[in-house]
């Protein structure tokens, strides 16, 4: 169970229990495999097999290279990972955005009915406790059909976002991703919409 979503052994409040769930969708991703040996006296190790690769690393294009600043935006950012949230706001605030935070769901739709008039845009996690993020997206949209949303989940496959099936005006990035992406991908879908 210790790789399902949500289960964990932690107090309510204390953790979601995504972090190993995260880490097997990675490592599935690549054709990986996990190992785990684990005693009540001597703790848990994991070892992370990943096949070679014959193929060399791909060379970036500078410009793909380069962060793109904002121009004093507003974005609501929902993730409830504190530490992820935390520095993700931190990288958008440094870029020159203004951030409002949400740790869930429900609370990101309190903010946006009180604020989307000031919101320029949202990134929403897919995955969270009490709503995930289509169902925010949905909710978001019914207020503002026209708000830029970005989606984000370190999951794979099963959990993955339907790009076909995309409401207009949004994109998804896979964690984790760099500041560099997350600056082009929030600057692409503001000036599309202007």
């Known amino acids: 169970k210790i790789f399902e979503p949500f289960f964990t052994t932690k107090n309510v409040g204390e953790g979601t229990g995504l972090g190993l769930a995260m880490v097997y969708g990675a490592i599935q991703t690549h054709a990986g495999y996990i190992d785990l040996e684990s005693n009540s006296d001597a703790g848990t190790a994991f070892h992370l097999y990943l096949p070679l690769s014959a193929d060399k690393p791909a060379v970036a294009n500078a410009e793909q290279e380069s962060a793109i600043e904002g121009n004093g935006e507003t974005i609501l950012l929902v993730d409830d990972e504190l530490s992820l949230r935390s520095t993700t706001s931190e990288v ?39 709503m995930d993020g289509s169902e925010l997206g949905e909710l978001i949209r019914q207020i503002n059909n026209e708000i830029p949303i970005i989606f984000s989940s370190g999951y794979d496959k099963e959990q993955s976002f339907d790009i076909e099936e995309a409401p207009a005006h949004s994109l998804f990035l896979h964690k984790p991703f760099s500041v560099e992406k997350l600056s082009q991908s929030v600057r692409q879908l503001i000036d599309t919409k202007q």
Do not use: R
């Not at 020159?96 to 990101?108: D, I, P, R, S």
């Open 92 to 130: 958008l605030i440094s870029l020159g955005y203004k951030v409002f935070e949400a740790e869930n769901g429900q609370l990101a739709l309190d903010i946006f009915k009180k604020k989307h008039e000031q919101i320029d845009l949202v990134i929403t996690d897919m995955v969270m406790p009490i």
